[in-house]
């Protein structure tokens, strides 16, 4: 389905990154989870990878302005995040999908791309297009009237998927969307994952590496809250040797990489 | 719009109405089942004040659907989500506030609509009477819904809908219980669920009414900013239209009558026939029945002309002021709504003679009234007397006796004095 | 066993919630105690008992009834004691408080202890308190009569101790309340 692309989509961007973090601090509880992290990123997608606890959920809650940052700076599409910032402009263009997705279980899965669509303050006139179009996106054409509680949690995921692109953002979180999607709909996935990196900035977090090598222009690898690497899945690869640990290229340099940086960090 | 359409749908409203239309309706209904439905299908401000008196039962729930609605958010995870999307907390809250008044007025008009089906059947006086006690009533729903909303966001506990079901119970039941021992006034009457009944001749004071129709609309708005507010600590806020609400309405109840009732007017207005004879008047309520009164009485009227200062007309009434000489009396408790006086043909002359044409005084003296009527009439026992033998019916009959063998011109004088006690006590007020 | 115990209790969140039931059930029952006014005194023991009910309710659903489900536990043993043993704890807390008739609160306890449970296998655990409060509220502002059976089977947590009717209806409610729990457990 074409959609209308309106004049200011297509002015060049003003600002050079779409997230720009200079010693990012960010609290997850009593713990600083995000410890003194620097990050550009720009157009494309971007993997999120690290172990558990390095910090990827908290990272993503404080680009979805969930969290405020304790310390460093954060410029999210060209604006700082500064004492009181307002983010009323800039959660317009923000998509985002939780780790932990909520939803309201009577709504059906349209009712409830359109309630997120209002909550994104779209204009009214845009709402019902952009919704089916999301719907068909995702897959769920044909589970569009259903309620959401009867859907099963792969298209429980697409949904959150279909409500965080519904409209059309210009930084997209995406926090472990492929959980519960057969190979079938992953493969689907990342080609909307690509097709969306064209526009717009994605960061997706996830541990299926597979997904990462696919359908990623660009990796970032966290530990501890701090950056261990950033470049290209294939310089990710490069990384790796025959005698580290895991079952392809992009896993073996994963561990290398990390082996390396936590060897320094001692 | 359609964000509203949603919410219609798929929040707490429609089990909010549906419960409390079913709960009106099972109310409604039960005193039809035992045969007491008089109590509410007689008229039309009876069927209205019936509906406020079982607010007692769905106001408390009516708090714990907002209680429930405020939860959504939490229970399900919402939150986080929300908080990342631009839409400010106040505007997000109102199609979730506006659903659930929406059906809560809905259900408390639905059950008003079931009951007024029987009240047309049955109601002799059409009135605009009950539209603002039924205004009230759904406007103490939806404050009890939006207050709900507002506490559960503040206490945002899965324990709070009992606990808040409870209290508004309890907040409701304390005047009931101290009306029992005397007249609710001043403050205890603002609770919105009625604790006196009405009768046909009576409607709630307007003063009241609207005393308790200020503060519901401050605890509304009240519960409305709380639901609003982006900031916990801002919920100070919400004070100030409670407070504002019961300053206001404190005075004007404390000017009201004790009880919160006042006589209707229009209902007890009289209606009188217009065709040159002998007066004979009914109540507005009781108009219908003025035409099968009119021979009755006429024809009472000449048989009280034996008496000296006979009357010249025929008056129904409820019996609140003195009764003049020159008026015959018939109380309004021998007319039944939807089906006319108790009696007819002689037998309604009997009860218009009864006492000699006066109102029952209180304690009411049944034989002495028999006595005189039966007189009159020139029969005993007279048409409608008959009485199951017994003590009462040996006592009449040796009264009767008594009175029989008493000389002519003495009977007369003793009826007469009947007639003269009957207008000179205090009647039932 | 002790252990699953306490693992059982915490994951219900009884430690945190017993012991503010049973303050408010006893705060309720003893603040609308008065021995020269039975009806009042009785009033309030029915609202105190349905909000200590109300508040209990909660755990009778863990937070995954379905993964409950899949545990090798008897269930319908732990839930019929569960059941009983809420039943116990309003009850004595009632008892404590108040000068309401020992035979009215024991009734009451048992029916308003199988509402619970109904609504628990209902409409989930955390609307557990829906039946007892709306029923227990309703028979406590309605004027108890003892005339047609319709209205006393309405108004039986307010019946006196000697109605059969009453006691009837609370022996149905408590029995259907508990079994329909013990055998499905809370909605999901």
Redesign the interface.
């Known amino acids: 389905m074409v959609r209308k692309v309106a004049a200011t989509e297509l002015a060049p961007t003003t600002y050079g990154w779409h997230v720009q973090a200079d010693g990012l601090q960010v609290r997850a509880g009593r713990r600083m989870a995000v410890d003194g992290l620097d990050l550009r990123l720009g157009l494309g997608v971007h993997g999120l990878l690290g172990p558990n606890g390095a910090g990827k959920t908290t990272l993503i ?1 404080a680009l ?3 969290l405020r940052p304790a310390g460093g700076t954060l410029t999210l599409l060209g604006e700082q995040l500064g004492a009181r910032p307002d ?3 800039f ?2 263009r ?1 998509g ?1 999908l ?1 780790q ?8 059906t899965v349209r ?1 409830f791309v ?3 669509a ?4 779209m204009p009214p006139r845009d ?1 019902p297009g952009a919704v089916q179009r999301t719907i068909e996106q995702v897959g769920l054409a044909d589970r569009a009237d259903d309620r959401m509680k009867t859907l099963s949690g792969g298209m429980l995921r697409r949904a959150g998927i279909a ?1 965080a692109i519904v409209n059309d953002p210009d930084l997209l979180l995406l926090d472990e969307p492929t959980v519960g999607l057969d190979p079938t709909q992953r493969l689907e996935f990342r080609t909307l994952l690509r097709e969306l990196g064209e526009q717009s900035c994605v960061l997706v977090s996830t541990h299926l590496v597979e997904d990462v090598a696919a359908a990623c222009t660009n990796v970032v690898l966290v530990d501890e809250g701090r950056m261990v690497y950033q470049g290209t899945p294939a310089e990710v690869a490069a990384a790796g040797g025959a005698d580290d640990v895991g079952d392809n290229p992009i896993e073996r340099g994963y561990t290398a990489l990390l082996g390396r940086h936590r060897a320094v960090a001692r | 719009m ?2 509203l359409r ?1 919410e219609l749908r ?1 929040s707490t409203g429609p089990a909010a109405g549906v419960l409390t239309a079913a ?1 009106g309706l099972a109310g409604l209904y ?1 005193l039809v ?2 045969d007491q439905s008089e109590l509410w299908d007689a008229q039309w401000t009876l069927l209205a004040s019936f509906q406020r008196i079982m607010l ?2 769905l106001w ?2 009516a708090l ?1 659907a907002g209680a ?1 609605q405020a939860r ?1 958010d939490r ?14 907390v106040w505007r ?1 809250a109102l199609p979730t506030s506006a659903a659930l008044a929406i059906w809560l007025v809905l259900a408390y008009l639905v059950t008003f609509a079931a009951g007024a089906v029987r009240v047309a059947g049955s109601t002799d006086y059409p009135n605009a009477g009950w539209v603002p006690i039924v205004a009230v009533g759904a406007l103490s729903l939806v404050a009890a819904g939006w207050l709900g909303m507002g506490i559960g966001r503040l206490l945002p506990s ?2 709070t ?3 808040l ?2 209290a508004g ?2 907040a ?2 304390v005047p ?2 101290l009306s029992k021992s005397a007249e609710p006034s001043g403050a205890a009457l603002l609770p919105p669920n009625l604790s006196t009944t009405l009768d046909e001749f009576t409607t709630i004071a307007s003063r009241v009414d609207l005393a308790r129709a200020v503060v519901l609309a401050g605890l509304a708005v009240g519960g409305l900013l709380l639901v609003m507010v982006a900031r916990r600590k801002a919920a100070v806020i919400a004070i100030v239209p409670v407070v504002l609400g019961l300053a206001v309405a404190v005075p004007l109840v404390n000017a009201a009558p004790a009880g919160g009732v006042q006589a209707d007017p229009g209902a007890v207005a009289e209606v009188c026939t217009t065709d040159g004879g002998p007066e004979v008047c009914v109540t507005t309520a009781h108009a219908k029945g003025l035409a099968s009164l009119t021979g009755p009485a006429r024809k009472a009227l000449t048989l009280l002309a034996k008496l000296p200062n006979a009357p010249t007309s025929v008056r129904e009434v409820t019996g609140e002021r003195p009764q003049p000489a020159g008026e015959a009396w018939l109380h309004s408790d021998n007319y039944q709504p939807g089906r006319g006086w108790l009696d007819s043909g002689d037998a309604l002359v009997v009860r218009i003679l009864a006492g000699a044409g006066t109102r029952p005084c209180d304690p009411i003296d049944y034989r002495t009234r028999a006595l005189a009527a039966a007189w009159l009439f020139g029969q005993y026992p007279a048409p409608g007397q008959r009485l199951r033998p017994g003590e009462e019916a040996a006592g009449r009959d040796a009264a009767w006796q008594t009175l029989r063998a008493l000389p002519e011109p003495q009977q007369r004088q003793r009826i007469a004095e009947i007639r003269t006690a009957g207008l000179t006590c205090h009647g039932d007020s | 066993m002790m252990r699953l115990l306490t693992l059982y209790l915490r994951s219900r969140q009884v430690p945190r ?1 017993a012991p ?1 039931a049973v303050v ?1 059930t006893a705060a ?1 029952a003893l603040v609308g105690n008065e021995p020269d006014h039975p009806l ?1 005194t009785v ?1 309030f023991a029915v ?1 105190a008992l ?2 200590g009910f ?2 209990l ?2 755990g009778l659903g863990g937070a995954d009834p379905e993964l409950d489900r899949t545990g090798a536990l008897p269930w319908w043993r732990w839930r019929t004691t569960h059941t009983a043993a809420i039943a116990v704890v309003v009850l004595a807390a009632g008892l404590a408080a108040t000068s309401a008739p020992t035979g009215l609160l024991v009734r009451d306890a048992a029916g308003l202890a199988g509402l619970t449970a109904l609504a628990a296998t209902a409409f989930g655990n ?2 557990a ?2 039946l007892p ?2 029923w227990g ?2 028979a ?3 004027p108890p009569v003892a ?2 059976v ?2 006393v089977v ?1 108004t039986w947590p307010m019946q006196p101790p000697d109605s059969g009717v009453a006691a009837v209806t609370a022996v149905v409610l408590a029995c259907a309340g508990s079994s329909a729990y013990a055998v499905r457990g809370t909605r999901s």
């Open positions: 809650r979805a302005t969930v983010l009323r402009a959660r317009r923000l985002y939780p932990d997705f909520g939803f309201y279980p009577r709504f009712e359109e309630y997120m209002w909550l994104k303050e709402v409500q | 359609s964000v949603t798929r709960l039960t089942m035992s007692v039962v408390p729930l714990g429930w959504r229970r399900t995870n919402m939150a986080e989500l929300a908080a990342t999307t631009p839409r400010p997000r899965a324990h809908p009992p606990i079901v409870i119970f309890l409701l039941l009931v219980q | 919630a503010a408010a309720l009042q009033t609202l349905a909000l109300g508040v309710g909660l955390q609307l308190w829906t409060i709306a509220g309703v406590a502002v309605v005339d047609p319709v209205l309405l």
